[in-house]
T-cell receptor
Framework: DQQVKQNSPSLSVQEGRISILNCDYTNSMFDYFLWYKKYPAEGPTFLISISSIKDKNEDGRFTVFLNKSAKHLSLHIVPSQPGDSAVYFCAATYFGGYQKVTFGTGTKLQVIP | EAQVTQNPRYLITVTGKKLTVTCSQNMNHEYMSWYRQDPGLGLRQIYYSMNVEVTDKGDVPEGYKVSRKEKRNFPLILESPSPNQTSLYFC??????????????FGPGTRLLVL
């Protein structure tokens, strides 16, 4: 039972254009969401996060949008750069004294120069 | 330099031969966790630990053991490895904040092949 889903295994975007990566979740208890970026032969690194009390969080070229009613979040990268080519994982967790984090299956982004 | 280290980075073993993958962090983090990454399945949590001597199962704990005797170390033990445990393993750590979703710092990964 995949509680966090990234339905697009891969995405190709031209350099300078917008990249939109999507993530859906089913567990309504999730109230904190994170995006991690992973290059080959490296561990994932934190990119951006959002709490359920917000619907948008922005950090430079990266913006995450949260639609709680639809149980959907998206990561926007504008403008996309070749160095953004990586696998992006969406992750979800909930406050309650636990750190049980559920990750999605990942989306491989390729930014074409 | 703040980091999470894992050893070994690559390991080939045979079915049934006990092995341990070590994980160490130098950030004084309370929380540590193990994940496995498999094609099409993403990252799945194996075990996590909220502090010394406090561990709990993640989503896929079968066939694995962990211990947390020291704050900095969180080894993953495969008592009797099987081919379905062939995977890429990541250790991670974070502080325990109030949000319940503190940023995790990941190690570089251990690629395990069980023949």
């Amino acid at each position: 039972d995949q509680q966090v889903k990234q339905n697009s295994p891969s995405l190709s975007v031209q350099e300078g254009r917008i990249s939109i990566l999507n993530c859906d979740y089913t567990n309504s208890m999730f109230d904190y969401f994170l995006w991690y970026k992973k290059y080959p032969a490296e561990g994932p690194t934190f990119l951006i996060s959002i709490s359920s009390i917000k619907d948008k969080n922005e950090d430079g070229r990266f913006t995450v949008f949260l639609n709680k009613s639809a149980k959907h979040l998206s990561l926007h990268i504008v403008p996309s750069q070749p160095g953004d080519s990586a696998v992006y994982f969406c992750a979800a967790t909930y406050f309650g004294g636990y750190q049980k984090v559920t990750f999605g299956t990942g989306t491989k982004l390729q930014v074409i120069p | 330099e703040a980091q999470v280290t894992q050893n070994p980075r690559y390991l080939i073993t045979v079915t049934g031969k006990k092995l341990t993958v070590t994980c160490s962090q130098n950030m004084n983090h309370e929380y540590m966790s193990w994940y496995r990454q498999d094609p099409g399945l993403g990252l799945r949590q194996i075990y996590y630990s909220m502090n010394v001597e406090v561990t709990d199962k993640g989503d896929v704990p079968e066939g694995y053991k962990v211990s947390r005797k020291e704050k900095r170390n969180f080894p993953l033990i495969l008592e009797s490895p099987s081919p379905n445990q062939t995977s890429l393993y990541f250790c991670a750590s974070s502080s325990l904040g109030t949000a319940g979703g503190e940023t995790q710092y990941f190690g570089p990964g251990t690629r395990l092949l069980v023949l």
